[in-house]
C-alpha cells in the first residue's frame, strides 16, 4: 500500500517556467511533509518543509502548497532554472508524542525527475 | 564537517556472499536509519535506530541485519546476497527531538549483486 503517491514520474519545463510536483496522501494521522531534492550521485537532502496547520509555506523560489482537506501537498519551483535539474522526492511522517514529539519514519513518494532546458 | 559518512560507495557481490556497508556520523544523532533506492520505487526504509541497542525493522527488512553498539555507527549487514538487493543503499541520521524531523544522508553505496 502506497502512503504517499508522487506525479508525475517526470517534468520538463524551460528555463524560467514554474514546475509543479504533485503529492497525495492517505494517513491523516501524517502531519510533517517535507520536500528532498537529489542530485546524481548524491544523496537527498532536504529542500522545504511543511506541517498542516499552514497552507502554504515560500523559501526563495520554492513554494509549498496544502490541502489538508484533499490530502494534497505540491512543491511549486518558480522561475525554473538548469541547476535545478534533480530528482525531487516528497515525503511524510507522523509525530511520536511517545518520543517528545520527535518525528516518526518518512515515508517517500517515488519520485519526480526534473529536467529544466535552457 | 564529515556528516554522514558511507562505506564502499561501490561494491560488487556473488549470490550467496554476506558484506556489511558501513555507515557512521560525527553529528550526535541520536536517530539512523538505512533506505534503498531502486529505480521508480522511491527510497524505502530497511531498518532504523533511535540510540544505541536500539533498532526496528521498516518497511523491506528481509535479508538484512542491523546493529548499533555506538551512538556514531549504524552497519547494515547483507546475510547472503540475492539480485533482487541490487540497489542504491542510503545511510541517514537526525536528531531524535528535531521539530524539524530533517534527515542528513550520506552520498549512498552502489550494489550489484551478480
Known amino acids: 500500500q502506497q502512503q504517499v503517491k508522487q506525479s508525475p514520474q517526470s517534468l520538463i519545463v524551460q528555463k524560467g517556467g514554474i514546475s509543479i510536483i504533485n503529492c497525495a496522501y492517505e494517513?491523516?494521522?501524517?502531519?510533517?511533509f517535507p520536500w528532498y531534492q537529489q542530485f546524481p550521485g548524491k544523496g537527498p537532502a532536504l529542500l522545504i518543509a511543511?506541517?498542516?496547520?499552514?497552507s502554504e509555506k515560500k523559501e526563495g523560489r520554492f513554494t509549498i502548497s496544502f490541502n489538508k482537506s484533499a490530502k494534497q501537498f505540491s512543491l511549486h519551483i518558480m522561475d525554473s532554472q538548469p541547476g535545478d535539474s534533480a530528482t525531487y522526492f516528497c515525503?511524510?511522517?507522523?509525530?511520536?508524542?511517545?518520543?517528545?514529539?520527535?518525528?516518526?519514519?518518512?515515508?517517500f513518494g517515488k519520485g519526480t525527475k526534473l529536467s529544466v532546458k535552457p | 564537517n564529515a556528516g554522514v559518512t558511507q562505506t564502499p560507495k561501490f561494491q560488487v557481490l556473488k549470490t550467496g556472499q554476506s558484506m556489511t556497508l558501513q555507515c557512521a556520523q560525527d553529528m550526535n544523532h541520536e536517530y539512523m536509519s538505512w533506505y534503498r533506492q531502486d529505480p521508480g520505487m522511491g527510497l524505502r526504509l530497511i531498518h532504523y535506530?533511535?540510540?544505541?541497542?536500539?533498532?526496528d525493522q521498516g518497511e523491506v527488512p528481509n535479508g538484512y541485519n542491523v546493529s548499533r553498539s555506538t551512538t556514531e555507527d549504524f552497519p547494515l549487514r547483507l546475510l547472503s546476497a540475492a539480485p533482487s538487493q541490487t540497489s542504491v543503499y542510503f545511510c541517514a541520521s537526525s536528531y531524535r527531538r528535531a521539530n524539524t524531523g530533517e534527515l542528513f544522508f550520506g552520498e549512498g553505496s552502489r550494489l550489484t549483486v551478480l
Open positions: 515525503a511524510a511522517s507522523t509525530t511520536l508524542k511517545n518520543y517528545g514529539g520527535s518525528q516518526g519514519n518518512l515515508i
Open positions: 535506530s533511535v540510540g544505541a541497542g536500539i533498532t
Open positions: 494517513n491523516t494521522a501524517f502531519d510533517y
Open positions: 511543511i506541517r498542516p496547520d499552514v
